[in-house]
Every structure is written in C-alpha cells, then in structure tokens.
C-alpha cells in the first residue's frame, strides 16, 4: 500500500487532522504509527462510538496502523460517571462496554486480536514514568488554560469546579505519552487535549515521542465526524456540538446490540423534516454511514418503495440522495426504511455477539445499573 493510499483510509470520513503534512511525512519516513483512542465508562454503546468510532478503526487497522483502546476508568471516576462508584465502573468495563466495543469492531470484520485493550488500572499500576509525566505535563499548561479545557469531560468553566476536575485534562495528555501514541483519535470534543498534547509534546523530557529517526515531534491528532442524534435540534441548538447523539438524550440513540425491531421503530421516529437538508440526521446519517464521508459507495443505498410512488431505486453518490430529497422525490418515510434496513444489516453481527451467554448477561446487568444510577434506557 502506498503512502497516499494510507492517508486515504486513516484521514477520510474526519473532520479534521492535525496535521496532515505531519502525518505524511511519519508515513514516508517508516515511522511505525500507533493510534488510541479512550473512552469513558458512562453508558450503553451507541452508534456514534460503535459504527464512527470502531469503523475509523478499521480505517486504521487497513493502513497498518497499530490500534489501541483506552478504557478510561479512572477518568470515568473522576467525571463521576456510574454515580462514581468504583465497582461498578470497573465491573462495566470487562463486562460490558468492552463486549459492546468487541460487538461493533464484528461489524466491520476487525477481530478483538488486532486491537489492544487497555485499562486505565493496568497503565497507571506501578508506573512511576506515568505519574512523572502527568505532573510535567502539569507544569506547561497554565489554570485559566485547564479550566478552559474541562470541556472534554462535558463540562463547563465555572468557578465551583472541584481538584477531581483539574487533574482530568493533564491525565488525558499524559495518556498519550506514557502509551508512545503519535496518532491521537477522537470527536472534535476533545479537540482541546490533543491540542494541548501537541504544544507540550516538545518541552517534555521524561517521557518524549519521537520518529523513527530519534526526532521529538507531536502526536497527530485525527477528529472524527459526529454522528446527530435521532431527536434532531431544540430551540437554540442549531449547532453540531448540540446535534450529536447521546446516551442522556431519551430516543437519541440507536445502540448496537438494538433488535431489529428496536432500530426501525426509532429510526420511524427520528426528526427529518422534507426537503430539510442543514439539521437532518436523516442526511447526516446517508453521508457519514452509508457514504462513510466519501460522497459515492459502490454498494449504494437501495430504497424500496411501490410503483406509484416511483418504484425502487438505488444511491451510489451522495449528491443524487440530497438533490432528490431537496425536490421531494425522495420522501422522508422511504429514506427512513432504507436507512432502517441499512442498519439492521450492518449492526447484524453485533446483536449476534450479544447472543454469547457473558454478552448477554453483561448487558443485561449493565441496564439494571443504568437504571439504578438514572441513566438511559
């Protein structure tokens, strides 16, 4: 595979990349790269950790790209997720959220044996470099920076924000350096970490990164699209950030190990006004699953529909789905089925791992914790 050819897959269906010419030049020079990319444990997997997240993997997975997962534990008790209880924290991570990630990579023919999953139990444990790194880092971001960033965590700057809060974004970049990461992944919600990893990765000493020619550099960071929730915007909110699925939103999300069932009736009930292209998850769904962010697909989108209403008739670029739903010869109703039936077939070997007996007990437990700490669903 070319040079150009791995850019390709490791930069499409994103947002943004930070910095491409950095990117290329580790590329041409044999750099081996090495990816992350960290959750908290805060809830059922969705579609925009399960398809965005797990199929931008398997972008990396193609390019060569050594794919790690960071099951942040200590962030998510820290953010206070799972009403901040350890124990449950680290029982969801094995025994759910692990299984939901496993479940999503099926979708796109990426085994768990590709991937390295890490905890942040077994990367801080005995690790005094770690440690030392987290308080250099420390040392080059300034308070009113940290506070700016606490974003990350879903959070906003105010001036009743506890110590938990502060140690967050600094932990989160020395994340990056303690796993040797030059390939930073994620939404653009942590756009403000990695921004930070790269103005700090050059000051530090104890724990540097460098190319395959000993030189210090930054990590790269790549920012994937967000995927919209299915309610679509509220009074105000017209703004992607507001847009973007959540587990905390009632009727947002379609999760992977959703029946089939489950997955056409909420989709039947997503926002998708006619003609409506800005703020429609119908359209942002066509463009960032179904075309992956690349405006044509060779599989297309078919869409079943009588003969009076213009019979059947297939997508394979974007362009044609949005001109024909713009002029209403496509109806919201029959972009909804096609997408439905889309998603049941690709979320299909999902539901299939959450048949497994651990699987399926997992997520059976993990919804009586939600309930107890007044989550979703």
């Not at 992350?36 to 969705?46: A, L």
């Not at 997240?53 to 050594?66: L, P, Q, T």
């Not at 756009?191 to 103005?199: E, G, L």
Request: aromatic share 8%; net charge positive.
């Amino acid at each position: 595979m070319t040079v150009d050819e791995r850019l390709k897959l490791i930069t499409r269906n994103c947002q943004e990349v930070l910095v491409e010419k950095e990117l290329k030049e580790l590329l041409g020079n044999g750099t081996e790269l090495k990816h992350y990319i960290g959750f908290e444990i805060s809830g059922m997997v969705h579609l925009g950790t399960g398809l965005i997240s797990m199929g931008k993997i398997a972008d990396f997975v193609k390019a060569g790209v050594k794919c790690q997962i960071f099951l942040a534990d200590f962030h998510s008790y820290l953010n206070n997720k799972l009403g901040g209880n350890w124990e449950n924290i680290r029982w969801a991570t094995e025994n759910y959220f692990k299984e939901g990630l496993i479940a999503s990579l099926k979708c796109f023919g990426v085994d768990e044996s590709q991937i390295e999953f890490i905890t942040g139990k077994e990367l801080y444990t005995d690790n005094i470099v770690h440690w030392e790194t987290f308080m250099e880092v420390g040392k080059h971001v300034t308070l009113s920076r940290n506070l700016r960033s606490i974003s990350i965590m879903g959070k906003m700057q105010g001036k009743d924000v506890d110590m938990a809060t502060l140690f967050y974004p600094p932990l989160q970049v020395a994340d990056i350096f303690t796993m040797g990461v030059n390939l930073a992944h994620a939404g653009t919600d942590q756009r403000k970490a990695h921004v930070i990893a790269r103005q700090v990765a050059k000051k530090l000493i104890i724990n540097p990164l460098k190319n395959a020619k000993g030189k210090v550099i930054a990590p790269i960071a790549i920012h994937q699209n967000l995927i919209a929730g299915l309610s679509g915007p509220t009074t105000g909110e017209n703004s992607e950030e507001s847009l973007k699925m959540s587990k905390s939103k009632p009727g947002s999300a379609i999760f992977v190990h959703d029946t089939a069932d489950e997955i056409r009736e909420k989709v039947k009930k997503a926002y998708g006004p006619p003609k409506e292209i800005e703020f429609n998850p119908l359209i942002n769904w066509m463009e960032n699953l179904v075309f992956w962010g690349e405006g044509e697909s060779k599989d297309g989108l078919k869409v079943k529909r009588a003969e009076r209403f213009g019979g059947d008739v297939s997508y394979y670029k974007i362009a044609d789905l949005i001109d024909d739903y713009k002029s209403e010869k496509l109806h919201p109703m029959d972009l909804k089925s096609a997408l439905s039936e889309w998603l049941v077939e690709k979320l299909e070997p999902a539901r299939k791992h959450f048949e497994s007996e651990k699987a399926k007990k997992g997520l059976e437990k993990m919804r009586k914790l939600m309930l107890s700490s007044q989550g979703t669903k």
